[in-house]
């Protein structure tokens, strides 16, 4: 009974991964309007998630990785991918022994290895070298650390040369280098006085130590095994990301056929506002707020009339264009620098692990400081009203601040002040 049950297990997950590989475009989850562009990105993804070397306890990783590798293959040539689209997965599998039994097929991780570098393998294997990382700097406005967005940013990326597969060979047939036998140094004897000789092993000239060569130089590269193209990234920026956060992409710096490639680091940093443009595209108030951590800053200005009297309102457009109202009623006074703390307007407060069920999205706080602006001058007949009405009320409650201070009541000048010291 057990081993019925394990051979009708077997032939479920065969006849699921045949499905699979009939729908290529399934396979890497996309649909048959699919870019270039779109195919190599979803590749790139795929290929890492079911990497063997990320997955050592999921035996059907293995075939995932397979599978992924098999649908780039047939999508990304342009004839592969007209065949499969015109007659179907047997049509191509037909085309593929037409040309040499399905030898024209590419070893999964040496496909892997024409992206990444090292050999189709992630740099866990003994001896391997690794990449330099490389950083990258993406200014991402006040907004977009507020709402959340995906954006894309070039950058001008090595890549291994497609055309020659990262030989640096016209045909793709590498030699082992006859000056050094593949080793990649000599040994070179040098005479350093009579009857003294020594041996010195260097890096072989011929081949630049890799110890292999090649006939016919790779048009595209030059020979050089890999060119720089220009490559977009996409990168998401959650809601409430902190200004200079630093993003990881594994594996996606300088590639070599000689090591596996680094990691590519975006640090995302907030710019500059901007009044009009593509930063602020609906004209909102937000964009000029000043954060500082999870909390937002914003100045107001203030008549001297609204500060003394009240009775105002403003309506401030958030980075999300709901509406902050501040106001007061008749006779509440702001006074100069005075800060108003509105709770939960501040920005979101963001988890590295992302929003979950386990809780819900906090914000920090918005404060906003008054400033009052006084009047530079005032006409003759508003000034005298002004101060009439002010000296009737000076003379019923009115404070003498300088009274109060118990300062001199008249300035003693300097010389004075010495004659009073000599008495």
């Known amino acids: 009974m057990r081993l019925l049950k394990t051979i009708l297990l077997s032939l479920l997950t065969l006849a ?69 689209d015109q007659y179907g ?26 992206f990444f570098g090292g050999g189709g393998h992630f740099g866990n294997q003994p001896g391997q070298r690794r990449g330099h990382d490389v950083e990258v700097k993406v200014g991402i406005s006040l907004r977009d650390f507020y709402n959340g967005r995906t954006t894309e940013f070039q950058w001008n990326k090595q890549e291994i040369c497609d055309a020659c597969e990262g030989t640096g060979a016209a045909d793709r047939v590498v030699h082992t280098c006859q000056a050094c036998g593949g080793r990649g140094v000599r040994t070179v004897r040098q005479q350093l006085a009579p009857g003294m000789v020594t041996q010195v ?22 020979g050089e095994r890999v060119v720089r193209r220009p490559t977009t990234v996409s990168v998401t920026v959650q809601p409430g990301m902190a200004d200079g956060v630093r993003i990881a992409y594994e594996n ?5 056929p000689d090591y596996v490639a680094g990691d590519l680091i975006v640090t995302l940093y907030e710019k500059e506002p901007e009044l009009e443009g593509e930063g602020n595209p609906d004209r909102v108030d937000g964009v000029f707020f000043r954060r500082r951590g999870d909390d937002l800053f914003w100045r107001e200005v203030l008549s001297l009339r609204e500060a003394l009297m009240g009775d105002w309102t403003r309506n401030i457009t958030h980075l999300d264009g709901h509406v902050v109202r501040l106001g007061r009623k008749r006779g509440q006074v702001v006074q100069p620098n005075h800060v108003d703390t509105i709770v939960g307007e501040g920005m979101p407060k963001w988890h590295e692990n992302g929003d979950s069920v386990y809780h819900k999205t906090e914000f920090g706080n918005l404060y906003v400081e008054y400033t009052v602006v006084l009047p530079d001058q005032m006409e003759s007949g508003m000034e005298k009203e002004l101060w009439a009405l002010f000296e009737k009320w000076r003379a019923k409650k009115g404070v003498d601040l300088h009274k109060d201070s118990g300062r001199p009541d008249k300035p003693i000048m300097h010389d004075e002040a010495h004659e009073h010291e000599e008495l």
Do not use: W
């Open 16 to 84: 699921q991964v045949a499905l699979c590989a009939e729908d290529y475009y399934k396979v890497l989850g996309l649909d048959k309007h699919a870019t270039e562009r779109q195919i190599k990105s979803a590749y790139r993804q795929l290929s890492k998630k079911y990497h063997p070397d990320k997955n050592p306890n999921d035996p059907t990783a293995h075939e995932k990785f397979v599978l992924v590798s098999e649908a780039y293959e047939a999508l990304s040539d342009p004839e592969s991918r007209r065949i499969y």
């Open 201 to 222: 092993q260097m890096q072989c000239d011929a081949c630049g130590g890799r110890g292999k060569s090649i006939r016919h130089r790779c048009k595209v590269c030059g």
């Open 89 to 114: 997965y047997e049509g191509y599998q037909q085309r593929k022994q037409q040309q040499g039994g399905g030898g024209h097929a590419h070893d999964p991780f040496d496909l892997f290895s024409r």
């Open 252 to 256: 996606e710096a300088d590639a070599h």
